[in-house]
């Protein structure tokens, strides 16, 4: 395995796992900035109102993307099982 392989392997992981983590990421950063922005208009400061947001529209993220996410998964693991003839070399 040459370090090319190793390099291109890696950065591969990385975009796999940083474009998987993207759609939880995002929703949980957009009703984040939201409930910021409700608080400080209504001076309401409580910790849970922003904390009960976040992890219920992040769940529905996961639920509403988990089929894309298995999709990118189980691509990724059958391209890694199918070249490991060519990352023995």
């Given at each position: 395995m040459t370090p090319e392989m190793v390099i291109a392997f890696a950065r591969q992981s990385i975009e796999i796992a940083l474009l998987i983590s993207l759609p939880m990421l995002g929703?949980?950063?957009?009703?984040?900035?939201?409930?910021?922005?409700?608080?400080?208009?209504?001076q309401i400061q409580e910790m849970t109102l922003s904390f009960i947001p976040k992890i219920v529209s992040i769940f529905l993220a996961l639920l509403i993307s988990f089929p894309w996410i298995m999709d990118k998964m189980i691509t990724y693991t059958r391209d890694v099982f199918l070249n490991i003839p060519n990352y023995i070399r």
């Open positions: 929703v949980g950063l957009v009703v984040g900035v939201v409930v910021s922005i409700i608080q400080a208009a209504t």
